[in-house]
């Protein structure tokens, strides 16, 4: 199901081949966590976006509008109109986003509903059949993210007890994908490596996981409150633990300058809420660095967002119309900006795999890791 095709230093060129469709690695997901993309982008409008892959989330869709109504319809890819390849989140995340709302005990969390405050219990076995109602390609193991920084003595206990609920998770996949009315018999199951901060404790968590032979595996539990720097230290304690052969995946991560540094380590797989959320504030990222296309000296600005850009946003609209929506807080405003971000971002990391094939990562590196950061 993954190939890697060359290598450049630790940049990996690969192809992962799914149910619906290969993805060229490294690539960006485009998050669509209760099956749209935030800022009125829908599924067919990702084909104008180069999106190779879709995320989505197992928690809220769970809770609206219900896995198992999901799965009545045909699931998630004929729910949504997206025939591409699809990830689904495990909801482990929301586990830690919802720290008030919850209780984690070893058969799982139970927790209440942000919507309506119901009583809800999430287990690993819950959580697959929950991804498997929804028939994605790709399902992540149920999990837990610690906040950085926690307790050692906590982070190791709940390492270990994320490794025990991936092994409930691996058992469950693997009786769904048996079964003649599973929407998706070749749904993957993603390993979640965590461990906080602490290179031991990562160390032997990917260790562990690593010997149940998964098909994929991810680092999680980073840029939830430490420095790019420790980030960028973890990657490089965990990378040499992963498979070689599987796709390797950062989750939640990040800014283009995070991607380039991440792909330096040997990773392959990123998404991020971020393009789409700072877009929808007029916060658009560029070839010459990041743009807030609402200040004032763009009013009368009639270029492009990116005069290098091929996105629907560049090739029609200038930099004044984009300004006077957000002014006139016009919802197109947000949907032409998610557009060019999302755009961005799909091409940036194509140009990267292009850059890895000719052997030239590093010079892609130096000459953008300052520029795509900088605001102008």
């Not at 691996?170 to 994908?177: F, G």
């Amino acid at each position: 199901m993954f190939e890697l095709i060359t290598t450049d230093g630790n940049a990996r060129r690969g192809r992962l081949t799914t149910a619906h469709g290969t993805v060229e690695t490294p690539f960006f997901m485009n998050v669509a966590t209760a099956g749209a993309v935030k800022g009125a982008v829908s599924a067919f409008d990702l084909l104008d976006t180069e999106c190779q892959v879709m995320l989505s989330n197992t928690y809220h869709l769970h809770l609206r509008p219900g896995d198992k109504l999901i799965r009545r319809l045909g699931g998630l890819h004929r729910f949504t109109g997206w025939d591409g390849p699809l990830l689904t989140d495990s909801g482990g995340f929301q586990v830690f986003s919802l720290a008030k709302l919850r209780k984690i005990k070893e058969e799982g969390v139970y927790f209440s509903s942000h919507i309506d405050g119901r009583k809800i219990f999430m287990g690993a076995e819950e959580s697959i059949q929950i991804q498997s109602n929804l028939g994605s390609d790709i399902a992540m193991a149920f999990d837990e993210c610690v906040a950085n920084p926690s307790p050692y003595d906590y982070v190791e206990k709940s390492a270990a007890r994320t490794t025990r609920w991936l092994v409930r998770c691996k058992d469950e996949i693997d009786r769904l994908n048996s079964l003649p009315d599973t929407l998706n018999q070749k749904q993957m199951l993603f390993g979640i490596n965590q461990g906080g901060v602490y290179d031991n404790i990562r160390v032997k968590h990917m260790t562990d996981i690593a010997a149940l032979d998964l098909d994929g595996y991810a680092i999680g539990g980073l840029a939830v409150g430490e420095s790019a720097d420790v980030m960028y230290r973890v990657i490089d304690t965990v990378a040499p633990y992963m498979p070689t052969a599987k796709p390797r995946y950062l989750m939640g991560v990040g800014t283009p300058v995070n991607i380039i540094e991440a792909i330096a380590r040997g990773i392959d797989m990123f998404d991020c809420v971020m393009p789409s959320r700072n877009a929808r504030h007029g916060t658009l990222f560029t070839w010459s660095g990041i743009t807030h296309v609402t200040n004032e000296k763009y009013a009368k600005d009639d270029r492009p967002v990116d005069e290098h850009c091929g996105c629907p946003t560049c090739k029609r609209h200038s930099r004044a119309y984009l300004r006077h929506l957000f002014k006139a807080d016009e919802t197109l405003a947000g949907r032409l900006g998610v557009l060019h971000n999302l755009y961005f971002y799909n091409t940036f990391i194509r140009e990267i795999r292009q850059s890895i094939e000719q052997g030239d990562f590093a010079a892609f590196r130096a000459k953008y890791t300052p520029i795509l950061g900088k605001v102008i």
